[in-house]
């Protein structure tokens, strides 16, 4: 039951937030390599698929649909999943220093 008093429960970040996807890449195998210019195999896409949303198509990647609201499209996808290595480990690197930063 949701704060029951339980002393180790914990509010999950918002899925779709930058912590959200730390959290996620903390999950996975950080050698992992993705493509970020293919849709169907970027690390942005296996986050969303991961997360319940159908695989996203090129033209939806390129359009922005799945960009969150309150992110600047540049923070987000330029400087974690464009950025190199191509990695999970790298990726995870990289949000963690936009969290340290605040953006």
């Not at 002393?7 to 996975?28: H, I, R």
Request: hydrophobic share 35%; proline share 5%; charged share 20%.
């Amino acid at each position: 039951m949701p704060f029951d008093g339980n002393p180790k429960q914990f509010v999950k970040p918002d899925v779709f937030s930058l912590e959200g996807l730390a959290a996620w890449l903390e999950t996975q195998d950080g050698e992992t390599k993705y493509d970020f210019c293919d849709a169907g195999s970027c690390l942005i896409t296996a986050w969303h698929v991961a997360h319940g949303h159908h695989k996203i198509t090129a033209s939806q990647y390129s359009s922005g649909i799945y960009l969150w609201s309150e992110q600047e499209p540049d923070t987000v996808w330029s400087d974690i999943a464009q950025g190199y290595p191509r990695t999970y480990a790298a990726a995870l690197d990289r949000c963690r220093a936009l969290i340290a930063e605040g953006k």
